[in-house]
């Protein structure tokens, strides 16, 4: 095992998205080369615990955690890896439990996605898959992305953006305002979440209010964006300082847009890979996937969504997805694979761009130092 790279994979935890998660882990653990990477499991709980163990998946996807290890991971950079959380009385021990080469987080969603966990990665100097503070962040904030996208002249839909408070206080402003700014259908979905949680079309202002009160409970912050009669492409992107974009895919969802149930439980959805676009078309889409992931300073991958709309051709960029879906059924390897680089080959670059993330990292000082001292 000491010529192997260790690889922690995360999965779970606090977020809507816990299921997917799950799912996702499932084909990352298949399919990451047990003669390279010596795979250490933690899974994280809806309540936030960290627990890992041999089969700590199957354990999660059975909701049975009792043989599990409590660990954590400490925002101390001189004390790396995983520790074991052992109570003595009323005090906690720690204890090391693995050391640890990578962090592979496959958590979708708040507290996964969204930078939080990429800060204490940060904090504690490891190495990681995936973007960092910024780029998580902004990837999960739709309001605050399209902000930075209309900077980077990247077409996106129209918004209003609505706080928890507005929606349960002063509702009928609430909707006044959207039905003086746009047409129904109109769609509303939470600011900060993923895998169509929470996000509905509404057309008429009965369903618009069962949206918002819905959307706000996964989040604070809620977007209404014009509706688009538009048809879903996705691309893939990959890589550090010079990413590059895969070839793109559409997907043909069996509701009326890709819903959480349709994304993974409906087997009626499809995806054509390569998508049916003018080469124009899907160049410039694959350029604005580039700029955009760029623009947010992203790093290692994200999954970046366009709506075509099918009576003007116009695209808009919909959101980047810095921890996609991971599922045998999900859209970013299955773009990769279609543009010549299979599942197996495109972990081992995602490790070896967290390896590579965290050399560039270590060349900052951290210490101010005049001359001469």
Known sequence: MSDKLRVAVLFGGRSGEHEVSLMSARSVLKYLDKERYHLIEVGITHQGEWLAGEGALDAFERGELDRLTPVTLLPDPTRKGLYRLSAEGESAVLTRYAAVDVFFPVLHGTFGEDGTIQGLFEMAGVAYVGAGVLGSSLGMDKAAFKDVMRANGVPVVESLLFTRREIEQ??????????????????????NMGSSVGVNKCRSRADLMEGLLEAVQYDRRVLVERGVEAREIEISVLGNERPRASVPGEVLPAAEFYTYEAKYHDERSQTVVPADLP????????????????????????????LLDRRSGEFYLNEVNTIPGFTQISMYPKLWEASGLPYPQLLDELIALALERREERDRTRWRYERDGE
Not at 180 to 186: C, D, G, I, L, Y
């Open 279 to 306: 080469f124009e078309t899907s160049e410039a889409m694959r350029a604005a996937a580039v700029r955009a992931y760029r623009a947010i300073d992203c790093a290692g991958m994200a999954r970046v969504d366009f």
């Open 170 to 191: 002063e509702m009928d402003d609430v909707l006044a305002q959207v039905a003086a700014t746009f047409e129904f259908p109109v769609f509303v979905k939470p600011a």
